[in-house]
């Protein structure tokens, strides 16, 4: 009716943050893994034991008011040392989906925009990535390039020199081979990043504020960086979600067969190797870094779930096919 002041536009960010938080579900696993999260970063540093700290007379111990998770056969502290294998395994996922986003968005957009020829052959540049066997990679990876006192190790130890207090101590190692999972399994997971972009581009690269820009003069970065790309952060942050438990699990795998994290370093895939070989005598070694890893994935995959719909409200309840994953099943 005339007179009735104009309502403002809803703010896009405001609506999928309100979907977002609507769901009962989704504010648990928000609250759940915020404060998983302090805990992996405060745990540690509060705690009057150190994650190396051994005691070997005292061993192994079953949950106590001293030690709250037990202790390890060396007589450590197991709630430092998970909370520790907390840090690297929460690490190694953030810095595996930012190298997905850094690789994995720029090659799909290229891909999607320019198709025919350019877009074939960065495909299969992709595929032949997708085809590469993911754990005997990885074990080609720490042949070749982990070896200790090889020629990245010392880079490494170099390049870190500056910030401990002796460069050349040999107990930089298990730090330097954590560094180079993050490169070996973000190597791994941009395909399916590039993946997602490739085909959001390729459908918004034909609608007409894409034609409206080009007719306007804009050129192909412009319109890439100005008009498609902000269009497609839907599902990209969707899939960058996904990311997160997949390299989690990933990792968890690598550091259970001993290609990962290495002593006096812990991660959840180490503490759980070495609570599954000690399951029938002390099972608190397995319970507690399981219970944390199932924990923390599951509020992820819940999160990521929740922001997909939350970024696509036409979904509803009716099920989504998930965001193609970085490793294809075959």
Known sequence: MAGEPARAAPNPRREVL????????AR???????????????????SPWRYDQTDLAAGALPPS??????TDDL???????????GRISFAVATVVAILSLAIGVPYGAIAGYWSGRIDAAMMRVMQVVQALPFLVTVILIEVFFARKGGILHRAFSAIIAPFVADGADAGDYPLFRVVLMFVALGAFWWPGMARVVRGQVMELRGRLFVEAAR????????????HVLPNAMGPILAQATLIIPEAMMAEATLSFLG???????????????RGADAMDLRPWLLVFPALLLVLAVHCINVLGDALRDALDPGTGSAPA?????GREER
Do not use: K, M, Q
């Open 18 to 25: 309100r979907r977002l938080l609507s769901r009962g579900s």
């Open 28 to 46: 648990a696993a928000a609250l759940v893994l915020a404060l998983l999260v302090l805990a992996c970063l405060l745990a540690p540093a509060l």
């Open 65 to 70: 008011r001293a030690h709250w998770f037990g």
């Open 75 to 85: 007589g450590r502290d197991l709630l430092v040392r998970a909370f520790l294998g």
């Open 215 to 226: 007719a306007a003069g804009a050129g192909h970065a412009a319109i890439l960086l100005r």
């Open 259 to 273: 290609l990962g994290t290495e002593e006096p370093l812990s991660s959840f895939g180490l503490l759980i190797a």
């Open 321 to 325: 096919p998930r965001p193609a994953s």
